[in-house]
């Protein structure tokens, strides 16, 4: 395989820090750099080339499986850039492609800045842990850094279902086993069936797609595993309406609900902000922990009250987006202007403002 112009641009990319490298026909590389688009210097990129990276990179079932179904997701090991998520998609009836950067390490907490209280959700021993937000906030970030800490604290067995797998975990105190969709097993949710049968203790799921992969998750959660589980929900308010949501019929989203109750360990929708000084992102952060009150919000599906739990429930941690914001703001670590732009509240952000740290 002759990868030298894809090679040149990962040096490139990892000279940069990059997290994402985008090859599109009739415009310079584009590297994502602190959550921001930068062209390279120099000439646009043609088809021709674009269709020459691809080629090189794909194996034939690849390239078959690309041809019939016009997209493909997978993983990919680079000597230099290391692993990561390689997004292969048509544009004008060509091929053009999204890499992201996985990295070769689980960063700290403090570093990564999650909140204390995602160590005790790592450390339940059931129950279900959401993990939400956009594309590009972090939500495999985090679900690592939760999976490395139960494999260094923990002696169980893990079972990961990804799409793709972006980071390799060796196991540690536990024995982690990580498949991946159209690799190892068919989808989330045939996978998810055969994964109940591997004795596991903790499964991880990439991503909450169908209703049959969500039911089937509760079941998991509900009958002692302890499952960790991303979604596209910008709040906690909208990841359990998601869920509840994609149920016809009142008997089974009943059922569904008071399996979401009694099962739900904990939820984080987060968001990736440029930080003040732009050279890196800042998460920020909604927070909520299954307490007794929450759980009770959920049967009875009276959600639009889960502000009000997230508003009064600082001592457990819990916290609303909107206060996030604003505490990120006061300490300086992103702009007023940023605060109140990604505030799903502006209101609540003018009435709290107060002058910034010196």
């Known amino acids: 395989m002759n990868t030298a112009p ?12 990059a997290s994402d490298l985008h090859l599109v026909v009739g415009v310079p590389p584009g590297y994502r750099v602190n959550g921001e688009i930068i062209l390279a210097d120099g000439d646009a990129l043609t088809e021709t080339e674009v269709n020459r990276i691809t080629n090189e990179l794909l194996n034939e079932p690849q390239k078959r499986k690309f041809e019939e179904d016009w ?3 997978m993983s990919w090991c680079h000597p230099t850039a290391g692993r990561m998520r390689v997004t292969i998609y048509r544009h004008n009836g060509h091929p053009e ?26 450390r339940r021993p059931n129950g279900l842990v959401l993990i939400t937000g956009p594309t590009g906030s972090g939500k495999t970030t985090t679900m690592n850094y939760m999976v490395d800490l139960i494999n260094r604290e923990r002696r169980c067995k893990i079972v990961t279902i990804e799409d793709p797998i972006e980071f390799v975990h ?8 990580q498949q ?16 109940l049968r591997q ?8 991503e909450l797609r169908d209703p049959e992969t969500i039911a089937t998750t509760l079941t998991a959660a509900e009958t002692g595993h ?30 569904r609900i008071m399996q979401l109750a009694n099962a739900l360990q904990g939820i984080i929708a987060q968001e990736l902000l440029p930080a003040i000084d732009r050279n890196r992102r800042v998460l920020a952060y909604e927070f909520v922990t299954a307490t007794g009150a929450v759980r009770n919000i959920i049967r009875e599906n009276q959600l639009h ?19 996030c914001l604003h505490d990120l703001y006061v300490k300086c670590l992103i702009t007023y202007d940023t605060a109140l732009s990604r505030a799903r509240n502006p209101d609540a952000i003018l009435k709290q403002k107060e002058p910034a740290l010196a």
């Open 6 to 17: 894809l090679d040149r641009l990962l040096q490139t990319a990892v000279d940069y820090q």
């Open 71 to 73: 997209e493909l997701c």
């Open 97 to 122: 492609l999204s890499l992201r950067f996985c990295g070769h390490e689980i960063a700290s907490r403090e570093t990564l800045g999650l909140p204390p209280q995602i160590d005790d959700l790592a």
């Open 170 to 177: 060796e196991s540690q105190c536990a024995m982690v086993v």
């Open 180 to 195: 991946e969709v159209m690799t190892d097993v068919r989808s989330f949710h045939r996978a998810l069936v055969h994964v």
């Open 199 to 206: 004795d596991p203790d903790v499964i991880v799921i990439g």
């Open 226 to 255: 302890l499952v960790l589980a991303t979604m596209h929900a910008p709040s906690v308010a909208h990841a359990v309406e998601r869920i509840v949501g994609v149920f016809e019929g009142s008997t089974e989203r009943q059922v």
């Open 305 to 323: 009250q889960l502000e009000n739990i997230l508003q009064t429930g600082r001592r457990e941690g819990m916290i609303l987006m909107d206060s």
